[in-house]
T-cell receptor
Framework: GDSVTQMEGPVTLSEEAFLTINCTYT??????LFWYVQYPGEGLQLLLK?????DKGSNKGFEATYRKETTSFHLEKGSVQVSDSAVYFC??????????????FGKGTLLTVNP | GAGVSQSPSNKVTEKGKDVELRCDPI?????LYWYRQSLGQGLEFLIY????????KSGLPSDRFSAERTGGSVSTLTIQRTQQEDSAVYLC??????????FGPGTRLTVL
């Protein structure tokens, strides 16, 4: 079945540091890929997405590129801020068969950014 | 318009009691999903509704779990005879068909 593996952290960085959170996936066909973010005390929000190979999703200074050859969707940000402290989830949605609706999530990565 | 809402936000119950969790989706969203977020298991899919029908219940962990949706809107997730391993945050999401899922704030369930 489909699965997502992401670095579990926790990750602690200083403000303005470079961030990478690794995510790899296993799925049949060509899934859509997502990064969700959960800020303290809030619900899950979509951060960015990519629906086909070589697409780059970007939002709020975060980027991730859909790499079919390495089955990866790593999240990056050049300069993190304290306000980026949150839990980040990588997820996929299968686009084949009859399961093209449910999201399969990684276990989440807690990011803490210190001033 | 309003986002997905869930109630209660927190629920503490005793082992063996039944609980009901409610989800109000975004108006016009035909699809509704329940997920569970627990320590060690991450986020797991439970059930999917399209309208009032549930074509995929494959994620429900046992027959103590059931869910219904009425009027193509509100959904209730019921857990009978709760166990301590049911303690988790239960998340509801809604979407237009095969589009972005919008999540509610969740219900934190604690079974003592």
């Amino acid at each position: 079945g489909d699965s997502v593996t992401q670095m579990e952290g926790p990750v602690t960085l200083s403000e303005e540091a470079f961030l990478t959170i690794n995510c790899t996936y296993t799925a049949t066909g060509y899934p859509s890929l997502f990064w969700y973010v959960q800020y303290p005390g809030e619900g899950l929000q979509l951060l960015l997405k990519a629906t086909k190979a070589d697409d780059k999703g970007s939002n709020k200074g975060f980027e991730a590129t859909y790499r079919k050859e390495t089955t990866s969707f790593h999240l990056e940000k050049g300069s993190v801020q304290v306000s980026d402290s949150a839990v980040y989830f990588c997820a996929l949605r299968s686009n084949s068969g009859g399961s093209n609706y449910k999201l399969t999530f990684g276990k989440g990565t807690l990011l803490t950014v210190n001033p | 318009g309003a986002g997905v809402s869930q109630s209660p936000s927190n629920k503490v119950t005793e082992k063996g009691k039944d609980v009901e969790l409610r989800c109000d989706p975004i108006s016009g969203h035909t699809a509704l999903y329940w997920y569970r977020q627990s320590l060690g298991q991450g986020l797991e899919f439970l059930i999917y509704f399209q309208g009032n029908s549930a074509p995929d219940k494959s994620g429900l962990p046992s027959d103590r779990f059931s869910a219904e949706r009425t009027g193509g809107s509100v959904s209730t997730l019921t857990i009978q005879r709760t166990q301590q391993e049911d303690s988790a945050v239960y998340l509801c999401a809604s979407s237009r068909l095969n589009n972005e899922q919008f999540f509610g704030p969740g219900t934190r369930l604690t079974v003592l």
